[in-house]
């Protein structure tokens, strides 16, 4: 069994053997599609799986070392295109024990993760959210141009939030590089030809007015929150106009489904390097999650949208976390899914504790005013934010966070994960508190039995609680 491997165009590559062993090989790196049943009844001849590699052998040049991993471990042999090793391990240096200084001094792990940035070339990097990504990707930055001699090497740094754009490049500015360096390229400001590394939000490369033809510019490109880059997102079309094979994901958590970690590796490589909050908990706050499990009396029996609704409208429910947010007396934020849920706890909240600052941010929240109460965070202790759980999950540096409480209906695990990080900060030897809400009825229940499993297997603090409402 023979497979030659080939390099097909830009960020493809190409199994050639015969048809029986490609239909394994395919077989191998495929998972059955979740809505299988819905394919089945539009269409009986369909195909009920999601497949990392195409009927004709096509795959993502990134997928390369897990396929091959594949083949010597079921004793295939097997001839790789030259041109395709590069472009899958296309290193800047075999040695891991020379790094270049920033202006702030890096961590253990954070000179791992470089020194593997450096003999890899691209790949994903996973380190919990509060243990300075940001510091890591300057560290990347500044010793690729150190090595390459280079040091104007274009840059291209993708955020997923608005407000990362502006905060990546302080903190860049604030390690060393120069600001002249530096442009935002978001709405309403183009990108500066001249500056070399460019910090973009990923809303602009999705814009149909964006001219994507000049991602092709970039000699590496370094992807904040990458977990998004998960199996169907809109960015991987767009992303086909980048042409150079370094790349760098950073995310704080990685997708649970194999078909999203496909996704991800296909486009960036392999993941080089990856530490939990338990091996960097000396680098972060001290916490405990506090599961409040609330008992309603007469639940009624609905569907799950109506429980969300149900939840959400319920009186009781948002009066018990608005006076659990008020008794903490400790900057705390609410999550919430729904805006119709976020303003019915601000209305409750702000009609029964009127002296107390209390915001509602969500997606029309202009950017001054998000940054505005952050700030007010840094230098206060007794502020109550209610958010979109999109919105703050991800990506906000508030240092002086103390409480979570989530509000919302959900079990995904990026999104809880994220927001936990989100207290996990070091801020004058805090212990933050996470308060998880939970509900005796069907949905809410099953969520929280996942919700649990992620608790246990990240080694989190979990102590359960029953309240009457």
């Not at 491997?5 to 190409?14: A, K, S, T």
């Not at 000699?219 to 998004?228: I, K």
């Not at 990080?421 to 929280?448: G, M, P, V, W």
Request: net charge positive.
């Amino acid at each position: 069994m023979h497979v030659e491997i080939q390099y097909l165009r830009h960020n493809m590559g190409r199994m050639i053997t015969d048809q029986a062993s490609l239909d394994i090989i395919r077989e191998h790196f495929s998972v059955k599609n979740p809505n299988a049943a819905m394919i089945k009844r539009a269409n009986r001849f369909a195909s009920t799986k999601t497949y990392a590699i195409t009927p004709t052998g096509q795959f993502y040049e990134g997928m390369l070392l897990e396929i091959v991993k594949y083949l010597k471990d079921n004793n295939y042999t097997f001839k790789i295109d030259t041109d395709l090793l590069v472009k899958t391990m296309p290193q800047y240096t075999s040695d891991e024990s020379c790094l270049y200084q920033l202006n702030k001094p890096y961590r253990w792990y954070q000179e791992e993760s470089i020194s593997k940035s450096m003999v890899w070339g691209r790949g994903v990097i996973v380190l919990p959210t509060a243990t300075g990504k940001t510091l890591t990707l300057a560290g990347i930055i500044y010793n690729i141009r150190k090595y390459t001699n280079n040091p104007k090497l274009k840059v291209l740094i993708t955020t997923p939030l608005i407000q990362l754009v502006e905060q990546t490049r302080d903190d860049l500015i604030e390690y060393g590089f120069d600001a002249a360096d530096i442009a935002v390229w978001r709405g309403g400001i183009d990108a500066d030809p001249n500056a070399s590394i460019i910090v973009c939000s990923n809303k602009i490369l999705l814009s149909k007015n964006t001219d994507k033809t000049l991602l092709a510019q970039f000699d590496l490109c370094v992807f904040d929150e990458c977990h998004g880059l998960k199996r169907g997102n809109e960015l991987l079309k767009v992303f086909k106009y980048i042409k150079t094979p370094h790349r760098f994901g950073l995310t704080g958590t990685l997708p649970d489904r194999v078909e999203d970690i496909w996704s991800i590796k296909g486009f960036l490589g392999e993941i080089i390097y990856q530490k939990k909050v338990d091996e960097l908990k000396e680098y972060l706050a001290s916490f405990k999650v506090f599961g409040l499990h609330l008992e309603h009396l007469d639940v009624p029996k609905i569907e799950y949208r109506q429980e969300i609704e149900y939840l959400a409208e319920n009186q009781s429910r948002n009066d018990f976390i608005c006076k659990l947010a008020h008794k903490l007396q400790k900057n705390t934020l609410i999550l919430v899914d729904r805006i119709v849920h976020g303003e019915s706890v601000y209305k409750q909240y702000t009609e029964k504790y009127p002296d107390k600052p209390c915001f509602f941010i969500r997606g029309s929240t202009p950017l001054e005013d998000r940054q505005h109460v952050s700030k007010l965070m840094d230098d206060n202790n007794d502020i109550v934010i209610i958010a979109i759980s999109r919105i703050f999950s991800t990506g906000i540096n508030i240092p002086n966070l103390q409480a979570l409480i989530f509000a919302q209906i959900g079990k995904a695990k990026i999104k809880v994960l994220q927001s936990i990080s989100r207290t996990l900060r070091q801020f004058n030897n805090k212990c933050a508190e996470i308060f998880d809400i939970s509900d005796n009825l069907k949905y809410s229940l099953r969520h929280l039995e996942d919700r649990k499993l992620i608790y246990e297997k990240e080694k989190y603090p979990y102590i359960e609680t029953r309240c009457d409402i």
